[in-house]
């Protein structure tokens, strides 16, 4: 049975509709991951779980027990939901000591002494904080700041953890460090997670499923290596990894670009406006005439692995990215090009703005 479990949860801010019919399985144990750009819709979900937003519609579940529900008028207040939360800000206590910190959510739910010790202790130690217990949480880097926060969320012993973009004040280094601890943690306690992003790399490599969302609607829900090797449609596409896109026109069974050039590629689609996908890892470079496409190389950058080139074509810019040791033509040298996996969209005027 599913853990946490929303059913047509919609949230509407006067005339915005910040999420949109929301339905949504989490098992017990996942890490389930929230991915969009800015304001479609994340936190606002996340407040929603945690109890800090009540819903415009729908019903929330948490272990078989219904939450929130705006139908039955049904709400139960976040602190005795006792779900561990951490945001992006470092919201830790300066006043008080890293134990203290930890400690205090326990103090507030009257737990006993000795318990209230024990159980902090075991969060610090998990977060590798116990040397820095005694100090105060403003003398820590942005790193451990945040591992205070954790502990903090851990003490509680939750069973769903919801975190909201807890990492994107870190420096890339100390990110990637902190994903595996997260899930390491995760492993240890047993709890869900719940994890609000907008970096698809950060998704991708912690998540067991990904839900991708724009303007407060679901796009894809799926494993990360589903949403990137099958995107449902060209947002989720351009969203997750580096894009191409080309429009196509049908003219009967024949694909060409809208200023003339016929491509000698078939699409499943019959619509008449199509958009042509590709990912820039998979163009592969062949003599002139013997691809799909053909053009002409207009930029070449060396970055170390991978050599990026951005090609001209009949239909638009390409842009190509081989491993440094794959050839590459120079620029102004004329090339085919291999699509080796294209994607096609119908493209409508609401994809177009998208
Ligand atoms: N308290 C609020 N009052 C009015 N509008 C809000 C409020 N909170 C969020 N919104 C709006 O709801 C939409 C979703 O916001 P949010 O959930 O914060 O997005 P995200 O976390 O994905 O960046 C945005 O259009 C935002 O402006
Ligand atoms: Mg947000």
Avoid at 18 to 39: H, Q, R, T, W, Y
Avoid at 69 to 93: C, H, I, T
Avoid at 121 to 127: E, F, I, M, V
Avoid at 217 to 242: C, E, H, K, M, W
Wanted: glycine letters at 8%; aromatic letters at 8%.
């Amino acid at each position: 049975m599913s853990h946490v479990r929303l059913v047509n949860v919609t949230k509407r801010f006067g005339s915005v509709t910040a999420v949109n019919a929301l339905n949504l399985e989490i098992d017990k144990g996942e890490c389930f991951s929230m991915l969009g750009p800015s304001g479609c819709g994340k936190t606002t979900t996340l407040r929603m779980v945690a109890g800090f937003e009540d819903l415009s519609e729908g019903e929330i579940h948490v272990g078989g027990r219904l939450i929130s529900s705006r139908e039955k008028n049904w709400y139960l207040p976040p602190e005795k939901r006792d779900f561990g939360m951490v945001f992006q800000a470092f919201a830790v206590w300066p006043h008080m000591t890293v134990r203290e910190n930890v400690a205090f959510p326990l103090r507030v739910r009257g737990l006993p002494a000795a318990e209230i010790e024990s159980r902090a202790k075991d969060a610090l130690a998990s977060t590798n904080l116990l040397s820095a217990a005694d100090e105060s949480p403003a003398d820590l880097s942005g790193g451990g700041k945040q591992r205070v926060a954790l502990a903090r969320a851990l003490a509680i012993n939750p069973d769903v953890m919801l975190l909201d973009e807890p990492l994107s004040s870190l420096d890339p280094h100390l990110r990637e460090e902190m994903r595996f601890e997260i899930r390491d943690l995760q492993r240890k306690y047993g709890f869900s997670i719940i994890y609000v992003t907008h970096d698809q790399a950060e998704a991708m490599a912690l998540s067991d499923r990904i839900l991708v969302m724009k303007e407060g609607v679901v796009q894809q829900i799926d494993t990360p290596l589903a949403v990137y090797s099958n995107p449902v449609n060209r947002f989720v596409f351009s969203f997750i990894g580096l894009s191409n896109f080309l429009d196509v026109v049908r003219a009967g069974d024949r694909l060409a670009f809208p200023d003339g050039g016929e491509l000698p590629l078939t699409s499943p689609l019959r619509d008449a406006r199509l958009s042509l996908a590709s990912r820039p890892s998979e163009i592969d470079f062949c003599e002139p005439g013997k691809g799909d496409l053909n053009g002409i190389v207009s930029r070449r950058s060396f970055l170390g692995e991978i050599i990026d080139c951005r090609i001209k074509t009949g239909g638009g810019e390409l842009r190509v990215q081989k491993g440094r040791r794959a050839p590459a033509p120079d620029v102004g040298k004329s090339c085919g090009l291999k699509l080796l996996r294209p994607f096609w969209y119908a493209e409508t005027e609401a994809t177009k703005s998208g």
